[in-house]
């Protein structure tokens, strides 16, 4: 079945204390990207990336990493978690790196920061 | 900067009701618009994409139309069901630059048995 896979669904955390949310996708897209989605502020990107080695900002990158060292993989990273990283989190992925098709997304990431 | 909109917030109809839900968008230089649909503390299912060059795209009971000149896209849900209560979110894509969507803020529906 194709499908974006995220690990963990739910997570609580504490400040500061690193952590890794896997992104996973079958489908051999080249286009990866992460969404947070909090109340009041709907959708907004964190990073994208068009193909492997290759990834960039979206519009609310501070306090994230990624990296793209698989085609199929796309971690989001969250160095020195902060309370203000509470959020639902979505990783997404088309087919064409220009993102010119449907983008798929994931099932989220629930995540508190304590 | 491209801004979407979903009018209403929020909307609630009997069972078996024909609907429309509104999208509008401040840039009309898009590649295309897509609809999705989001069930509580669920991902976004893509429903139905319309690349600017088409005018409508159908997918069983849904009807998605696009006016790119006059910033606007509407969808169509023929005789509604409980199961079809969700909130409905459009999103575009910009036709320069962004490698992503700008989304609405969407609608959430409640279709009464």
């Known amino acids: 079945e194709a499908q974006v896979t995220q690990n963990p669904r739910y997570l609580i955390t504490v400040t500061g204390k690193k952590l890794t949310v896997t992104c996973s996708q079958n489908?051999?897209?080249?286009?990866m990207s992460w969404y947070r989605q909090d109340p009041g502020l709907g959708l907004r990107q964190i990073y994208y990336?068009?193909?492997?080695?290759?990834?960039d900002k979206g519009d609310v990158p501070e306090g994230y990493k990624v990296s793209r060292k698989e085609k199929r993989n796309f971690p989001l990273i969250l160095e020195s978690p902060s309370p203000n990283q509470t959020s639902l989190y979505f990783c997404?992925?088309?087919?064409?790196?220009?993102?010119?098709?449907?983008?798929?997304f994931g099932e989220g990431s629930r995540l508190t920061v304590l | 900067k491209q801004e979407v909109t979903q009018i209403p917030a929020a909307l609630s109809v009997p069972e078996g009701e024909n609907l429309v839900l509104n999208c509008s968008f401040t840039d009309s230089a898009i590649y295309n618009l897509q609809w999705f649909r989001q069930d509580p503390g669920k991902g976004l299912t893509s429903l139905l994409l319309i690349q600017s060059s088409q005018r409508e795209q159908t997918s069983g009971r849904l009807n998605a139309s696009l006016d790119k000149s006059s910033g606007r896209s509407t969808l169509y849900i023929a005789a509604s069901q409980p199961g079809d209560s969700a909130t409905y979110l459009c999103a575009v894509k910009g036709a320069t630059g962004r490698r992503a969507l700008t989304f609405g803020s969407g609608t959430r529906l409640q279709v009464q048995p």
């Open positions: 990336s068009m193909n492997v080695e290759v990834t």
């Open positions: 489908m051999n897209h080249e286009y």
């Open positions: 997404a992925s088309s087919l064409s790196r220009l993102l010119t098709g449907e983008l798929f």
